[in-house]
């Protein structure tokens, strides 16, 4: 291929990081329910419609367009996402904008998919598992760094101006597909998943085990930014700023958790639960004190970017025969747990308050240490580094 693959991996992986900023709005739930006039659940509902479309859809979009010309490909999705965004700038309705958004989130899975199977292709011989955890990083960047500054764009301006952010870094993004990438062709036959290890015993409890990790940490870090405005008195830029940092400490995070998992997997997968949830437990009984709580935050920080690579390398031991099903289901398992997190969290804030999503965070966090324990040590599945 004569386009150099660098110039490429950066693309996508800019791409990548642009159509993961829709999942940044957790940090504008109160403007959302503002704008919409609409109640903090609803609101809830309404962030999470995103990654509970990616988890339903993230089994089969994929195999869809694995047949297609990849260029157009990257094309038609991201100008889905910019105009999906354009039009929920500027709607005032919430059925109209809901809509859009699970337009978009529709085709997230497929472009995901395709552009870790471009790096790989076009990676240089030793370097396929670098090219594909840059558009990882990519993707978690999207959302932990798109974060803090949706949060700032939308607390210290509007609604409108935060949406309109990520409708211009999908259009940036779509304007460098155009001009830089090549045409490559797609794949005349998609793989074929292995429906019976979805049926295996190994599967269902170890993936019942792994989604509650996702759903116990969302139920906490979708409210965390309200929690911080209306508990800990925390606004705007110094809001921002907090989120910020959390977002490259949650970084850091996720390239710690790669080197536990390697050295240390079976100890690493059980301590975190138990450390997670016992610095929710904290932060419940120091709300009231400033440097505790964000002290706190910024642990949590490191373990929600530990998260990732746990849920996957899971996924990925107990499907290791079948390396693109592990993936897809570890996409599902991702976001169906944050989209039930995020809605489960969004009730217990309307009808508790927001000291409850760290009630509901740690019982999740002790159902997932008990399943995973189970089987761990009474099922006896097969670790990739054990």
């Known amino acids: 291929m004569k386009n150099n693959p660098k110039t490429l991996l950066y ?18 739930i109160s403007e959302i329910s503002t704008h919409f006039n609409t109640t903090i659940a609803v609101s809830g509902l309404y962030v999470s419609s995103f990654t509970f479309t990616i988890a339903v859809c993230g089994l089969f979009i994929p195999l869809i367009f694995s047949r297609y010309e990849r260029k157009t490909t990257f ?11 354009l039009v929920i700038v500027f709607s005032d309705s919430l059925y109209l904008s809901l809509f859009f958004r699970v337009l978009s ?15 790989e292709e076009i990676a240089p011989e030793g370097e396929k598992q670098d090219y594909i955890t840059r558009i990882l990083l990519g993707i978690s960047v999207g959302s932990i760094i798109g974060l803090p500054i949706t949060t700032y764009l939308g607390t210290a301006f509007s609604y ?6 990520i409708f211009l870094i999908n259009f940036v993004s779509l304007i460098l597909i155009v001009l830089f990438f090549p045409k490559i062709d797609g794949k005349e036959k998609s793989y074929e998943m292995s429906l019976s290890s979805l049926r295996s015993k190994e599967f269902v409890l170890a993936s019942t ?12 870090y979708a409210y965390m930014p309200y929690f911080l405005q209306t508990v800990s008195d925390i606004h705007t830029y110094k809001l921002s700023i907090l989120l910020f940092v959390y977002g490259l400490i ?37 709300a009231q004190q400033l440097i505790p709580i964000l002290i706190l935050f910024l642990i949590f920080g490191v373990l929600d970017g530990m998260g990732y690579n746990l849920i996957q390398y899971i996924e990925s031991s107990v499907l290791s025969k079948t390396p693109e099903l592990a993936n897809g289901v570890f996409l599902s398992i991702l ?17 508790f308050g927001v000291m409850s999503i760290f009630v509901g965070g740690v019982a999740f ?13 009474n099922l006896k599945i097969s670790l990739k580094y054990s």
């Open 160 to 165: 409108e101006i935060a949406m309109f952010w």
């Open 250 to 286: 949650s970084i850091v995070g996720t390239w710690i958790g790669g080197k536990l998992i390697v050295y240390k997997d079976k100890a690493t997968l059980l301590i975190f639960q138990l450390v997670c949830g016992f610095v929710f437990a904290l932060m419940y009984f120091f």
């Open 365 to 377: 966090l002790i159902m997932a240490f008990i399943l995973i324990y189970y089987v761990i040590f």
């Open 209 to 220: 085990a792994i989604v509650m990790m996702p759903i116990g940490a969302s139920i906490v």
């Open 105 to 119: 989130a529709v085709f997230y899975p497929a472009f995901i998919s395709i552009a870790l199977t471009v790096c």
């Open 11 to 28: 693309i996508l992986t800019l791409a990548s990081l642009g159509i993961n900023t829709p999942l940044s709005i957790v940090g504008i």
């Open 75 to 85: 094309f038609s999705i991201l100008c889905v996402f910019a105009i999906a965004n």
């Open 335 to 351: 976001n169906g747990g944050i989209a039930i997190g995020t809605a489960i969290g969004g009730f217990l804030v309307n009808d």
